[in-house]
T-cell receptor
Framework: SQTIHQWPATLVQPVGSPLSLECTVE??????LYWYRQAAGRGLQLLFYSVGIGQISSEVPQNLSASRPQDRQFILSSKKLLLSDSGFYLC?????????FGQGTRLTVV | DAKTTQPPSMDCAEGRAANLPCNHSTISGNEYVYWYRQIHSQGPQYIIHGLKNNETNEMASLIITEDRKSSTLILPHATLRDTAVYYCIASKGYGGSQGNLIFGKGTKLSVKP
């Protein structure tokens, strides 16, 4: 069966520091991969999606970037975090019809 | 994707069926109805989806009206662990940006002993 791993679960980072969140998927090949963000009290916002290695599409211009160095690995990065980058970050993958989410990373920028 | 409308909150007694309604009057013919739930501080959990026919799996049943303008998610025997925010989403469902799931505010279901 397919599983998705996302880490760390929580992260506290100072303003201006770099960020790297990693997500891996097991049990499937060539999945579509996504990064979402959920701000407190708000819905999920799609940040990036990828349909293959090295193929990244950005939905919202921002301080973040994404990379897909391997088929089942998706990385969310920032060179310098802003306070507004705080939120709940979710990695997800989809089969032809359903999207499955990881457990999320709670990022607090201080 | 079509907009969906859900009640903000519902209560249900433990052991009873929980029936969560959703309106999606502008749903298009190729949009599926998806249900997810989110327990506090966790990622959304997929529950079930359907296009026209009623669907059932080990977690829940989905009843879609014949005109597809509304649906109901049924948890047959709610437990305390079913307390969560439930999201109804209308989406074409395939990957890439076209598969962008738009989560509204959902229904907060509280299962009470």
């Amino acid at each position: 069966s397919q599983t998705i791993h996302q880490w760390p679960a929580t992260l506290v980072q100072p303003v201006g520091s770099p960020l790297s969140l990693e997500c891996t998927v097991e049990g499937t090949s060539n999945p579509n991969l996504y990064w979402y963000r959920q701000a407190a009290g708000r819905g999920l916002q799609l940040l990036f999606y990828s349909v293959g290695i090295g193929q990244i599409s950005s939905e919202v211009p921002q301080n973040l970037s994404a990379s897909r160095p391997q088929d089942r690995q998706f990385i969310l990065s920032s060179k310098k975090l802003l306070l507004s980058d705080s939120g709940f970050y979710l990695c997800a993958w989809s089969d032809p019809r359903v999207t499955f989410f990881g457990q999320g990373t709670r990022l607090t920028v201080v | 994707d079509a907009k969906t409308t859900q009640p903000p909150s519902m209560d249900c007694a433990e052991g009873r069926a929980a029936n969560l309604p959703c309106n999606h009057s502008t749903i298009s013919g190729n949009e599926y109805v998806y249900w997810y739930r989110q327990i506090h501080s966790q990622g959304p959990q997929y529950i079930i989806h359907g296009l026209k026919n009623n669907e059932t799996n080990e977690m829940a049943s989905l009843i879609i009206t014949e005109d597809r303008k509304s649906s109901t998610l049924i948890l047959p025997h709610a437990t305390l662990r079913d307390t969560a925010v439930y999201y109804c989403i209308a989406s074409k469902g395939y990957g890439g940006s076209q598969g962008n799931l738009i989560f509204g505010k959902g229904t907060k279901l509280s299962v009470k002993p």
